[in-house]
């Protein structure tokens, strides 16, 4: 196990190197290129002063709510949708006529609405997170064995019953790789929110850091950026493997 | 006219159907499924459906729990129309894996019906033990469906049907999926469970000895639409037995009548 963990880490650890012989070798002079140690110690300078913090807290806030928001319309509504068929139909057009409209493509009037700051964001954030939550919530539901909503009916459980008892649950592991990947989402957006005009966060401290022409900073930042989504991502799959690693089992043999 | 199926432990009480059948049609998709069929079960009867592949006995059996409506006729339990499925009739399903749920353990499974009962929480796990004891389950209350084979299963969803406390227990090929050996020991447990319990029983087979070796009496449907084809009274003495029971000469006798009818049902 741990050998092999290893040796996924030298391959980028040999470029790293190469890429601090090759910077030290021309004596890189660079607006946009930095030798990794002066990436490290910008990274750990950023800690020391607390900037680094600052940005992150500002951004995993807006990337969270939007995706709770996002996630619990998209929810709601991928759960009403696979329910009711009739729903479904009647929606279909509004959906797949909003679903294309790409999220930064509302900035300018989420701007004019909510003005600078977390608001706007997080609004921003949870309408990309809609989409895929829903989409894949519906896909979810509509795919549960229709034996056990037989088993319900003839159990007579109630709406709340049936839905808090055999949907969700059955719908479950689906739904969380949604979430999944709706959380990469909520990253993504919301840093190109900062990056493009909000001044919050990670986004708008890379954009810092470039206009004072720090490509150590700006790298360093960039480097963050890639471990978080990287530990999200890996957090969320060992919660999912260890939540329903038996559910999905059951499902996938199905 | 009260069956003469008096000699076992499910002696008849004379008096009105529990479920009765009056000319029913069912339809699907423009097609005709099922074709003027009246049918009544007697409280504590045990009846058994059979008839070749395709003739309607599962949608048969799916309107006596409700889950369909007739196009025309009516079918009745108790003297009331079915509009809906109801908690006193429990369904066992052929595909036990798909019946279960497979995030919850053995308990839990049980514990669904007990739920959706109403039955308080403090006395749930009481009732769970007696029940998984009952259909020979006592030791596999942690385990989850995936983790027992398919006889376990079956006696699971047979446990959670139970736990309806059911008058009417409708079973559709419950035992189709399974092997010889377990089917015979689960056809005997079933049978000791119904004369515990009391309910009627409809059961739905293709296997001809099993509606025999099981039933008071076998109704054989015609494919194409669904009809009834042959009723058949079944005296053999009870409590029955798979090797003497499976000798007597009227068990082979109807054996041979049953076998003939589908043979001439599928010409």
């Known amino acids: 196990m741990i050998p092999e963990r290893i040796k996924a880490l030298l391959l980028p650890i040999a470029i790293l190197a190469i890429l601090e012989i090759w910077a030290r070798a021309v004596h890189l002079q660079s607006d946009s290129l930095a030798p ?7 990274l750990v300078e950023a800690f020391q002063d607390g900037s680094m913090l600052i940005a992150t807290r500002d951004t995993l806030i807006s990337a969270f709510a939007g995706l709770s928001i996002g996630g619990a319309v998209g929810l709601a509504c991928g759960i009403a949708l696979g329910i009711f068929p009739i729903f479904d139909r009647l929606m279909e057009v509004t959906i797949e006529a909003i679903r294309p409209i790409p999220s930064i493509a509302l900035l300018p009037i989420a701007l004019i609405a909510l003005g600078f700051g977390y608001r706007m964001e997080i609004t921003i954030v949870a309408f990309a997170c809609v989409w895929p939550i829903l989409i894949l919530t519906r896909a979810a539901v509509g795919g549960i064995e229709p034996r056990l909503i037989e088993v319900s009916r003839a159990l007579r459980l109630s709406p709340a019953d049936r839905v808090r008892k055999i949907i969700i649950p059955a719908a479950l592991p689906r739904i969380f790789l949604a979430f999944r990947l709706a959380a990469g989402i909520a990253l993504i957006v919301a840093v190109t929110v900062e990056i493009a005009i909000n001044p919050i966060g990670l986004g708008a401290a890379i954009m810092t850091a470039q206009q004072a022409l720090r490509p150590d900073l700006m790298l360093a930042y960039l480097f963050w950026i890639g471990l978080i989504g990287y530990l999200l991502n890996t957090g969320l799959m060992v919660a999912q493997r260890h939540l329903f690693g038996r559910a999905a089992l059951v499902g996938d043999s199905a | 006219m009260i069956a003469a199926v008096n000699q076992g432990a499910n002696s008849l009480r004379p008096g009105r159907a529990q479920i009765a059948f009056s000319g029913v049609t069912l339809d699907l998709g423009g097609k005709a499924i099922l074709e003027n069929i009246s049918l009544d079960v007697k409280p504590g009867e045990f009846l058994c459906i059979i008839g070749a592949s395709g003739c309607g006995k599962t949608t048969a059996l799916r309107l006596a729990a409700g889950l369909y409506q007739p196009t025309s006729g009516t079918v009745a339990f108790d003297g009331k129309p079915m509009l809906a499925p109801r908690r006193d009739i429990a ?7 798909k019946a279960l749920l497979p995030w919850r353990t053995a308990a839990g499974n049980v514990s669904l019906a007990l739920e959706a009962s109403g039955v308080a929480a403090s006395q749930r796990a009481v009732r769970i033990d007696e029940l998984l004891k009952k259909v020979g389950l006592p030791n596999h209350a942690e385990k989850y469906p995936a983790e027992m084979s398919g006889g376990m299963q079956q006696r699971l969803q047979i446990a959670r049907c139970l736990a309806q406390e059911p008058k009417a227990l409708l079973m559709d090929e419950p035992f189709g999926a399974l092997d010889a050996m377990t089917r015979q020991g689960l056809q005997d447990e079933v049978l000791s469970l119904v004369r515990a319990s009391d309910a009627t029983v ?30 058949l009274k079944i005296d053999l003495p009870r409590p029955r037995d798979q090797l003497t ?3 007597n000469p009227e068990f082979l006798a109807l054996r041979r009548e049953l076998f003939d009818f589908i043979k001439a049902s599928e010409a």
């Open chain 1, 36 to 42: 990794p140690s002066a990436i490290a110690a910008a």
């Open chain 2, 91 to 97: 369904i066992v399903f052929q595909d036990y894996g």
């Open chain 2, 202 to 231: 409809v059961f739905v087979t293709h296997d001809l000895e099993e509606a025999i070796y099981l039933g008071d009496r076998v109704i054989g449907l015609l494919p194409h639409p669904g009809r009834i084809g042959i009723e």
């Open chain 2, 245 to 247: 029971t499976r000798e």
